[in-house]
């Protein structure tokens, strides 16, 4: 790859990503409660949101993302060749997961 490819391509990585492709991820602001020795968020404060279109609960704040998909959309678009393999796997083949403070993580 060229100094001027390389170039491209980094430009083409950074650009804005199209509005469309902009999601929002709504994240509880309010005071949690106890309930059964934990702390969650009060039943009473879920509602539709007339911002994002979901069920969730307020206060909030909508955080902007893009996702899995666009984000692979723009990593074809500048390298066709480009390709994800998970860097470990199990004696079966399937992706080598590890389960970190509750969640499953790839290798």
């Known amino acids: 790859m060229t100094d001027a490819t390389l170039a491209e391509a980094l430009k083409a990585l ?3 990503f199209e509005l469309n492709q ?3 991820l709504p ?5 949690k409660v106890q309930e059964n020795g934990k702390y969650v ?3 009473d404060a879920f509602r539709r ?3 994002c279109g979901g069920y969730h609960a307020f206060p909030c704040v909508h955080l902007s993302y893009v996702g899995h998909a666009g984000v692979t959309m723009r990593l074809l678009e500048v390298d066709p060749l480009w ?3 998970p860097v470990a ?3 079966d083949g399937t ?4 389960i970190i403070e509750g969640k499953p993580g790839l290798w």
């Open 14 to 16: 950074s650009a804005p």
């Open 49 to 51: 949101c007339d911002e």
């Open 95 to 98: 992706p080598k997961l590890t």
């Open 89 to 91: 796997t199990n004696e």
């Open 27 to 31: 994240r509880f602001t309010g005071q």
């Open 22 to 24: 902009i999601e929002l």
């Open 41 to 43: 968020i009060p039943r």
């Open 83 to 85: 390709n994800w393999e």
